[in-house]
């Protein structure tokens, strides 16, 4: 039955459980999925419901299909406009990076400086 969809489909469904960590979408042609909720929006979602409620239509994007037959949907993906961002090369953030390296070169300097002025007071 769940092979019908196709990865990558954008499909209207009806949102038939929600819970803490996703929400169950009936799908047009009988199956279902799951969006988990870091799928929901592309803001950070901390509660779920703020979001959507049971009944509700919503457009998904199938983004996989495990062995099982489950299907994974999303809701933010099916969203117009939406692109993914670029993940960080290495897991590094380069502002961070920058800002970090700056923040080690002040303590640096600071603690040479109280050493100086500590060892003055001998």
């Known amino acids: 039955m769940s092979d019908m969809v196709e990865v990558g489909a954008v ?8 819970t803490d960590y996703g929400a169950f979408v009936k ?3 009988g199956e279902s999925g799951m969006v988990h909720i870091s799928q929901v929006d592309v803001n950070y979602v901390k509660n779920i419901r703020d979001f959507i409620k049971e009944g509700d239509q ?3 994007k199938v983004v996989g299909q495990k062995e099982d037959g489950k299907i994974d949907l999303s ?3 099916a969203q117009a406009g939406y ?17 970090l390296k700056t923040f080690m070169s002040q303590s640096q300097e600071r603690l040479v400086d109280l050493k ?3 060892e003055g007071r001998k």
Do not use: S
């Not at 692109?83 to 800002?99: I, L, V």
């Open 83 to 99: 692109t993914e961002q670029a993940p960080r090369k290495g897991g590094r953030d380069p502002e961070f990076e920058r800002k």
């Open 116 to 118: 100086r002025h500590k």
């Open 11 to 18: 499909v209207t469904g009806t949102i038939e459980k929600v």
């Open 58 to 60: 919503v457009q998904v």
């Open 27 to 29: 799908l047009e042609g």
């Open 75 to 77: 809701i933010k993906q």
